[in-house]
């Protein structure tokens, strides 16, 4: 047996696939959003191709900018409109509906043993659900969408297991920065890898997003945990077909490594996302201006966390909050969440990207600070001159309330 890379990947291509070789798999589900949709339907253009492979297995959510910020976006969501009706796109969700990511898996595309390809890096989040989930470019994307097939140079895959119980305000993104603080940006490129242990078991679906979300800044090719009854529970009433599992039975890895889940939380610093440091080492650093959300961490899960330290409390700097889907705002209204968060003090977005990529509804000014929910913190990420620190939503709630950086322990 494979590793479930190997597995899955051998499966689309039809024949045994090994670490290292090449192969033609075929693509169960392709999505692109508003920012690389326009890329690859050039390409598609320049292909001479006038007709897609499946316009049920393509979907493209507009979230990068939405609403449109300027003209010229405005103008790039109608050709996108138009574009995706005369090809009969069966799944094109307009703005508001929720970030590429998050509609995936809501709306059941993401499942064990497919091959889910995006034109996004972060798509690495689908192997939460055991799927070989991960990004390419906009021109592979257009390759994709005029056959259906794609090569893929299979990955060598890492073996990560963490065992343990998350001891208080320590949640799934603190695990993914203490994995990425040890293998570091570069030491899973172009790698696969596979989560194990006690504290994966126990992680809910929205904290195996987290996880696998942030594969891509190790420079994974995908991350990876294998299905149980936890994703069959979330799957259940919503994969749009049938799939099945794949395991992973004597593989062989690359290499491993072994976590222990008795951790601070975490913070990444500028301007690298293994710049990371326990709470408690960065604490008191100002910050102008907190976010929670993003597909890293918008889900109802993290807005009801960060809820749970500001109730009865009140923000000392700009907080905006931006869930990851109508489906996680229409949660959060009618559960109490958003309430207790403008109560708070804090902004409510529609669901969407905007600032994490320094589009827009809360770019930074030069000189600025951010604590943010996101996956990235480059210089210049979020706005030029500014710096960004990445935190959980539970130490996002806990720096909003002080102004500066905060331990949120003080807080639960």
């Not at 392709?30 to 890329?39: N, Q, R």
């Not at 509609?103 to 034109?119: D, H, N, R, S, Y």
């Not at 902004?347 to 969407?352: A, D, L, V």
């Amino acid at each position: 047996m494979g590793t479930i890379s190997e597995e899955i990947l051998g499966r689309a291509a039809g024949k045994k696939a090994c670490a290292g070789e090449f192969v033609i798999a075929r693509v169960d589900y392709a999505m692109s959003h508003d920012g690389t949709s326009v890329l690859a339907v050039k390409a598609l253009k320049e292909m001479g191709v006038d007709k897609v492979w499946d316009p049920s297995r393509i979907i493209i959510p507009l979230d990068h900018l939405v609403p449109a910020n300027n003209e010229t976006t405005a103008l790039l969501h109608k050709e996108l409109r138009e574009w995706a009706f005369s090809h009969g796109i069966v799944h094109f969700y307009d703005v508001g509906e929720g970030i590429c990511h998050q509609v995936m898996a809501e709306k059941g595309f993401a499942m064990p043993g497919k091959v889910v390809v995006g034109a996004d890096s972060h798509s690495c989040t689908y192997g939460a659900f055991g799927a070989f989930g991960t990004g390419v470019g906009a021109t592979d994307m257009a390759e994709i969408y005029a056959s259906g097939k794609l090569w893929f140079r299979v990955p060598e895959t890492i073996k990560v297991t963490i065992d343990g119980g998350l001891p208080k305000g320590v949640t799934a993104k603190d695990v993914a920065l203490h994995v990425i603080k040890h293998v570091k940006a570069d030491g899973a490129a172009y790698k696969a890898l596979e989560f194990y242990g006690s504290t994966i078991s126990e992680m809910s679906m929205a904290g195996r997003m987290t996880l696998c979300n942030m594969a891509i800044e190790m420079g994974a090719k995908a991350g990876i945990v294998p299905p149980d009854a936890r994703t069959e529970a979330y799957l259940e009433g919503r994969a749009v077909e049938p799939y099945a599992p794949v395991y992973a039975n004597d593989a062989s890895y690359c290499d491993e490594y072994h976590f222990d889940s008795r951790i601070s939380p975490l913070v990444a610093c500028p301007f690298e996302v293994d710049n990371v440091h326990d709470v408690e080492e960065v604490e008191g650093r100002h910050i102008d201006q907190v976010l929670i959300g993003s597909c890293t961490n918008g889900r109802f899960e993290d807005l009801r966390e960060a809820a749970r330290i500001l109730d009865g409390r009140r923000v000392k700097c700009r907080t905006l909050v931006i869930p990851a889907s109508r489906g996680v705002m229409l949660e959060a209204i009618s559960s109490g969440v958003a309430a207790t968060l403008l109560k708070a003090g804090a902004t409510i977005c529609n669901p969407g990207c905007g600032p994490c990529l320094g589009g827009h509804m809360g770019v930074l000014a030069q000189g600025e600070a951010c604590m943010s929910t996101t996956n990235r913190n480059f210089r210049g990420r979020m706005g030029k001159g500014a710096e960004v620190y990445l935190g959980s939503p539970l130490t996002a709630a806990a720096t909003a309330i002080e102004g500066k950086i905060a331990d949120p322990r003080r807080y639960l």
